[in-house]
């Protein structure tokens, strides 16, 4: 069960209009913290932001399943599963099957969540994007920004140009 706080935090990323995914990645951090303070660990960091993801959407999150050929039919099943108990509601959890998965997840490593899987699967991610895609993410990711942190971006940009110059 996602806590009280994640909950609010997504909420609110849905009332200023953010998309699903930005919403959902409140639940892939609760995830990571979890993974950080010890309470389980994960196989990847793939299957960290997996089960972020799942929590997100059985918390009525509208994140729509995956398409064909972008995940295995198993994947996309399990995430149409997980959308519609989203949209019934929570019923009694079985006692017995979630101590079965937190021990398993128990058992796994802690380092799924560190800076440096983290960096590395977003990498892997960005390098399946085109450069295009990437960019018009990037321009999108500007409007919303306001002209304070915009401005300070655009400090940043100017920077890193000049540090690569030199």
């Not at 960091?45 to 509208?62: C, D, M, N, P």
């Amino acid at each position: 069960m996602p806590e009280a706080i994640t909950l609010e935090r997504a909420r609110r990323d849905k009332q200023q209009g953010k998309s699903p995914s930005t919403q959902a990645g409140e639940f892939v951090r609760e995830e990571m913290d979890h993974i950080r303070q010890g309470k389980h660990g994960a196989r990847s960091t793939k299957q960290a932001i997996a089960i972020g993801l799942s929590k997100a959407r059985r918390a009525g999150v509208k994140l729509g399943a995956p398409k064909a050929g972008r995940a295995s039919s198993r994947t996309r099943k399990q995430a149409q599963r997980d959308l519609a108990k989203g949209r019934r509601g929570s019923r009694p959890v079985s006692k017995r099957r979630s101590r079965a998965t937190e021990r398993a997840l128990k058992r796994e490593s802690r380092s799924a969540a560190s800076r440096r899987a983290l960096s590395t699967q977003a990498r892997q991610a960005a390098r399946k994007r085109s450069s295009a895609s990437r960019s018009q993410a990037a321009r999108k990711a500007a409007q919303t920004k306001g002209p304070l942190v915009r401005k300070r971006a655009a400090q940043k940009a100017a920077m890193t140009r000049q540090r690569r110059a030199a």
